[in-house]
């Protein structure tokens, strides 16, 4: 991957606060390769999934 050393980094550029649907659930079966774990879901109002946070796929 080529880097372009021209680009620096401004930190952000906008924030804001929206409403959204949090839901936290239990994953996986209790096995080195499925542990279960807390994953956190984002929803919008009418139901669909914007993102989530899954802590076993993170640390792959």
Same mark, same amino acid.
């Given at each position: 991957?080529e880097v372009n050393k021209n680009v620096r980094p401004r930190?952000?550029? +906008?924030? @804001?606060?929206?409403?959204?649907? %949090?839901?936290? +659930? ?13 994953? @956190?879901?984002?929803?919008?109002? %009418? ?14």
């Open positions: 991957m930190g952000t550029d +906008s924030a @804001k606060v929206i409403q959204v649907i %949090e839901t936290i +659930s239990l994953r996986g079966i209790g096995t080195d390769t499925d542990p279960v774990r807390a994953v @956190k879901q984002f929803w919008n109002f %009418e139901g669909e999934l914007l993102a989530e946070n899954d802590p076993f796929i993170c640390e792959e």
